[in-house]
Nanobody, 125 residues
């Protein structure tokens, strides 16, 4: 059974940085998309970034491109989200998710069937 444990959230001022971590267990970590999603109060969940664990190719939402970086440590079955130049609009609960490789839009939450518990990120201006 796939289990994801995400962590690393916190409170920072605008312009600051945070690094989120997601440790996976119960998976081979090959041939998966590992993604980060976020949900702000009163808003729908949105995809932030995703990485193909086999090829290493990464994908980003326009809102975070050039500020966020997704990476992986295959030996530790861990995916990271480095968030720089944080803005108040980045405030949300961030969750990692996993799905076996699929075709189509990689930041669609409906494609993912395994989820972490979420970690709160709060950015104050």
């Amino acid at each position: 059974q796939v289990q994801l444990v995400d962590s690393g959230g916190g409170s920072v001022q605008a312009g600051g940085s945070l690094r989120l971590s997601c440790v996976a267990s119960g998976v081979t970590f090959n041939g998966y998309f590992m993604g980060w999603f976020r949900q702000a109060p009163g808003k729908e969940r949105e995809g932030v970034a995703s990485i193909n664990t086999l090829s290493g190719l990464s994908f980003y939402a326009d809102a975070v491109k050039d500020r966020f970086t997704i990476s992986q440590d295959r030996a530790r079955k861990t995916v990271y989200l480095q968030m720089n130049s944080l803005k108040s609009e980045d405030t949300a609960v961030y969750s990692c998710a996993a799905a076996r490789s699929f075709s189509g839009y990689v930041l669609a939450s409906s494609k993912y069937n395994n989820w972490g518990q979420g970690t709160q990120v709060t950015v104050s201006s």
